[in-house]
């Protein structure tokens, strides 16, 4: 057994005892770290596989955001998990048996792990984008030109659905504020303020981290057509940065800085510029995200051109996005 092969089945192993761990703990808090280390095996797991992008996404949204919103949402709960009648468990337990057989026996059908000749590795749309891309599109990540190019009208409706949640997700956690609630908020952000001014040290942290946090975003907006990432990985970790923000200093000083209503405006910015685009595109004699047409006699800048403001607007919606849900979670545990 090869080293890597060994390293695999040892990140599964681990994953596969964490969440067995998960489903016996009834202390809330202690599972949602569990989760968090869940999801930062996996994204271990996807490295060893050599699926940066899936990895760079798994450690920002399953470890970092989502942590943090079971954290913000365990504060408008219990601590610990309800006690379920025996004979619940034991009909949960039975369906999960059943399915988990079932998905194990469909799993006799796929074909040896790593294999040369499977299906995905011999169809010949595979070697079109392996081969192809670079002479229609000419960026070497062939993942984002498949993503944002062969493929551009499905990750617009993917952004479609990104933009859906996160405008559904805070219209269903949204409360009207009473006037008469503002003095008691205040006072419980003023006390929150003059708890948190003690951990000094978690404060010069975060403000030194939270600069690095946003240049790597970009870093990964503007590089991903030469490297692993790309606007949902950028999107993803410049919400992380004004989430980590709102962590230390408070959810009234985030929204101080990214207000209410420009992060709201944000949300649809980024499929604006998306579709705009493509309708620019159109405009200019070609298809609908037809990028080729944005310089003519340089079809392939175009294709640059077009591929980075694309990713700008996933990017953008993503983040605002993310940054609204957690507004949204944080801004209900504080008028409680």
């Known amino acids: 057994m090869s080293l890597l092969v060994l390293m695999n089945v040892s990140l599964f192993a681990l994953l596969v005892a964490t969440a067995i761990a998960v489903t016996r703990l009834r202390a809330l808090y202690e599972a949602t770290m569990l989760t968090a280390l869940a999801g930062l095996l996996s994204a271990s797991l996807f490295v060893s596989l050599d699926a940066l992008d899936v990895a760079i996404t798994e450690a920002a949204v399953g470890t970092g955001i989502s942590t943090v919103l079971f954290l913000v949402a365990l504060a408008l709960t219990r601590s610990r998990e309800a006690v379920t009648p025996r004979r619940k468990l034991w009909s949960g337990a039975a369906v999960a048996l059943l399915l988990g057989a079932t998905l194990v026996y469909a799993s006799q059908d796929l074909p040896s792990f790593a294999e040369p000749d499977t299906p995905v590795q011999t169809h ?142 944000l949300l649809p910015a980024g499929v604006l510029l998306y579709a705009g685009l493509g309708i620019v595109n159109m405009a200019l004699g070609g298809s609908f995200l037809d990028y080729g047409t944005l310089v003519p006699d340089h079809p392939k800048e175009g294709q640059h051109l077009g591929i980075l403001v694309i990713e700008t607007g996933v990017g953008i919606t993503v983040a605002a996005v993310l940054i609204a849900v957690f507004y949204s979670f944080a801004n209900r545990g504080a008028r409680r």
């Not at 192809?132 to 070497?140: A, E, F, L």
């Not at 009208?153 to 504020?177: H, N």
């Not at 003023?190 to 946003?214: C, D, G, T, W």
């Not at 992380?240 to 990214?258: C, D, K, P, Q």
Request: proline residues 5%; glycine residues 10%; aromatic residues 12%.
């Open 124 to 265: 010949p749309v595979t070697e079109t984008y392996l081969q192809d891309s670079q002479k229609d599109v000419g960026i070497p990540n062939t993942v984002a030109a498949v993503l944002a190019s062969y493929r551009g009208y499905d990750t617009l409706g993917e952004l479609v659905v990104i933009f859906t949640a996160g405008v559904t997700v805070p219209l269903l956690l949204m409360r009207t504020r009473r006037r008469t609630d503002r003095d008691g908020h205040e006072e419980r952000d003023e006390a929150r303020a003059n708890v948190m001014s003690e951990y000094r040290v978690l404060r010069v942290a975060s403000k030194i981290l939270i600069p690095f946090i946003l240049i790597f975003a970009c870093y990964v907006l503007f590089h991903g057509d030469y490297g692993p990432g790309g606007g949902f990985q950028a999107g993803v970790i410049f919400a992380a940065g004004f989430v980590l923000y709102g962590l230390v200093f408070g959810i009234r000083s985030v929204e101080r800085v990214l207000p209410w209503p420009v992060m709201l405006a």
